[in-house]
């Protein structure tokens, strides 16, 4: 299982970005997808966070009100809408996926991280 990561750049401070997260090769079925990121010299930490049905979602307080998470399980993908984004959102965004094995066996898995830089 491989996760692909789209959608970082750099913008000005107020302006948005739309990340995406693509997992591919063979499995039963995704559980939670997440969004973590990691500031300069800072630990990695959770964002946002979606359960499998969507139903219940997760943000940190620093971004609720601003951010989106969603998921689409026909494409196995989860995304993340950053709007009125800060100097302080400025990190290396990791995407993370729980995944269920056709095994049964559940691991959690990263994408390769996508950096976001915001401006002031």
């Known amino acids: 299982v491989q996760l692909q990561a789209f959608g970082g750049g750099s913008v000005q401070a107020g302006g948005s970005l739309r990340l995406s997260c693509a997992a591919s090769?063979?499995?039963?079925?995704?559980?939670?997808m997440g969004w973590y990121r990691q500031g300069p010299g800072k630990q990695r930490d959770l964002v946002a966070l979606?359960?499998?049905?969507?139903?219940?979602?997760y943000y940190v307080d620093s971004v609720k009100g601003r951010f989106t998470i969603s998921r689409d399980n026909a494409k196995d993908t989860v995304y993340l809408q950053m709007n009125s984004l800060k100097p302080e959102d400025t990190a290396v965004y990791y995407c993370n996926m729980h995944i269920t094995s056709e095994s049964g066996s559940a691991l959690d898995y990263w994408g390769q991280g996508t950096e976001v830089t915001v401006s002031s």
């Open positions: 979606i359960t499998q049905g969507g139903r219940t979602n």
């Open positions: 090769g063979s499995f039963f079925v995704i559980n939670n």
